[in-house]
């Protein structure tokens, strides 16, 4: 695990479209940072609004959440 890296970071967007949590997603969470996925398939033990963010794989979306991101994780 690159703990260095997750601790330099406010959140991570993990952009797979395959039905998994992803490594660096559980890593991430690990360090106590919010990730990003799209809304395809299983996320567990990911929770929208919990501990990440769950959204549909539309540009929109992720630009409503990243700006939402930079106002409150500042």
């Known amino acids: ?3 260095p890296f997750y ?3 406010d959140v991570i967007f993990n952009p797979v479209i395959h039905d998994a949590i992803t490594r660096v997603t559980l890593e991430a969470m690990s360090c106590g940072k919010p990730a990003i996925m799209y ?3 299983e996320r ?3 929770k929208n609004n919990e501990n990440g963010y769950v959204i549909k794989p539309h540009l929109d979306d ?3 959440l ?3 991101c930079a106002v409150c994780l500042v």
Do not use: A, R
């Open 1 to 3: 695990m690159n703990e």
């Open 66 to 68: 990243l700006n939402y």
């Open 7 to 9: 601790n330099s970071v």
């Open 62 to 64: 992720l630009l409503s």
């Open 39 to 41: 809304d395809i398939g």
């Open 44 to 46: 567990y033990p990911m």
